[in-house]
């Protein structure tokens, strides 16, 4: 994916291709079975669950269920109640399968996007504040998954189309990431789109979305003509927060009124901190919170991937630091795209994201 028009659009490359040389770039290709792990764009080998990341979540439930505590999916915190005395949040709502009920808090851990955090806070925050958390502005993405026969897979966990003539902007091979996630004889290869939540692409059905998906596949020449088996249509909104030229004024706002009045608030994860934060990143920020939180420990979660080197590049045996990378900021005229344009061409190609 492009990012040509931001002032800084070549820290993105930077960091994906970070210690990658000419010379070292000749020699991999030469040798491609070689064994890397000091350059970013051509690490071999990683751990990867079975069945996809959600495992993991699956057994941080049953850990916290095992150690008395309660998970509950299919709820969603409408409000954050604060006490201005005490500068504390003292209890949420949650809308649920139940309904509506409201439990006491003695600390918030929020993965939401930090927008969303501060409009649900009861009696709400000073208006300087809601304005910075109303001009926060996200990039959202949308995956074609296509159900196609094994010879057209590829060895790569996934690759980056520049084709100027298609609108997909990565594509994953999901049979790459674990043979368990695909049926014998098949593999998935998800196409994504860089979109702006309810643009025209958003909007488009899923049937369309598939016919289109394999209309693209088929011009890039990756599967023959009529291979298709079968199509899914996965939509993920505020997938990357836009670091646009007012992001870090809004974002320093934020955290300054939160810290004073809510203490007890946790921000954290890509969407929660605003931060443009891996995987890895985002579960190490809720990890040191809740340190802090149980030990009364001081670590700084806003530190985490903040000049730090890229996770994938040996980080010389410390395994805690070099975890990460920043973004560059791009001029607002390049992430706001007109009604009906989307991830449709391209114009729309300088403000497509990669995903970390």
């Excluded at 870090?248 to 994860?269: C, F, K, M, S, Y």
């Excluded at 001081?298 to 080197?309: A, G, I, K, L, R």
Aim: aromatic share 8%.
């Amino acid at each position: 994916m492009g990012n040509a028009g931001g002032p800084d659009a070549g820290d993105w490359a930077a960091q994906r291709i970070k210690n990658l040389s000419l010379a070292t770039a000749i020699r991999n290709a030469l040798l491609p079975r070689r064994r890397r792990t000091d350059v970013t764009s051509l690490i071999e080998e990683f751990q990867y669950p079975k069945y996809g990341p959600g495992m993991m979540w699956e057994r941080c439930a049953e850990q916290v269920r095992e150690r008395g505590g309660q998970v509950f999916t299919g709820s969603w915190v409408t409000a954050v109640h604060r006490d201005p005395t005490r500068r504390r949040a003292i209890s949420v709502t949650v809308n649920g399968v139940g309904g509506q009920r409201t439990e006491v808090a003695d600390h918030v851990i929020s993965s939401m996007p930090i927008s969303e955090l501060v409009a649900a806070l009861h009696p709400p925050a000073p208006p300087d504040v809601l304005a910075c958390a109303a001009d926060l502005r996200y990039r959202d993405f949308l995956t074609v998954a296509l159900v196609v026969p094994a010879e057209f897979s590829f060895p790569d966990n996934w690759i980056y189309v520049h084709d100027p003539g298609v609108r997909v902007g990565r594509i994953q091979n999901f049979g790459s990431w674990s043979p368990y996630l695909v049926k014998d004889g098949r593999t998935c290869l998800g196409l994504e789109y860089f979109v702006f939540e309810d643009d025209e692409m958003w909007r488009t059905p899923d049937a369309d979305l598939v016919a289109l998906g394999t209309a693209e596949l088929e011009r890039l020449g990756l599967v023959r003509p009529g291979v298709v088996e079968a199509g899914y249509v996965v939509r993920m909104p505020k997938a990357y927060p836009v670091y646009d030229e007012r992001y870090q004024h809004n974002v320093d706002t934020i955290r300054a009124w939160l810290a004073e009045a809510v203490p007890n608030v946790h921000p954290v994860g890509r969407n929660g901190m605003h931060r443009y934060n891996n995987q890895d990143h985002s579960m190490l920020t809720a990890m040191l919170t809740a340190e802090n939180i149980a030990t009364g420990s001081t670590h700084d979660v806003w530190s985490v991937n903040v000049e730090q080197d890229y996770h994938e590049q040996s980080s010389g045996g410390d395994n805690r630091g070099g975890t990460g990378r920043d973004a560059p900021v791009l001029p607002r005229r390049v992430i706001t795209a007109p009604e009906g344009v989307g991830a449709t061409g391209q114009g729309d190609r300088p403000a497509q994201l990669p995903l970390g």
